[in-house]
């Protein structure tokens, strides 16, 4: 409920560029609601989903939205963000257009 919420901000977001939303029991649907928000956000450029419950369907939406918006996802597979394919389509997404920091 609280990552809907927070979609619907970054909208329409000109300022923030770094969110950190770590421990935030944030689930798949959180996650594929950021990934459309981000769509149309331009200013932000690290998103931190670690130790989130994103699964492996959030994960790839939010990599494949990184790939054009060019902001950068900070994820850890030792907490519960996704399976293992969420952690590949998080690597293979961000080795195309981006550095990847952290996994």
């Known amino acids: 409920e609280g990552a809907l919420a927070l979609s619907e901000a970054l909208k329409t977001n000109t ?9 935030n029991s944030i689930e798949k649907e959180g996650a594929l609601a ?3 928000a981000l ?23 939010l990599t494949n939205v990184s790939k054009t918006s060019g902001f950068i996802v900070v994820s850890s597979c030792s907490g ?16 195309f257009e981006l550095t990847l920091q952290s996994l």
Do not use: M, V
């Not at 519960?80 to 080795?95: D, E, F, H, N, P």
């Open 34 to 36: 950021l990934s459309e």
């Open 80 to 95: 519960k963000i996704c399976s293992c394919t969420g952690a590949a389509s998080i690597i293979l997404g961000l080795s």
């Open 39 to 61: 769509k149309t956000n331009t200013t932000l450029t690290t998103l931190d989903l670690r130790n989130n419950s994103i699964e492996s369907e959030g994960a790839l939406a």
């Open 15 to 23: 300022t923030l560029t770094t969110l950190s939303l770590q421990d």
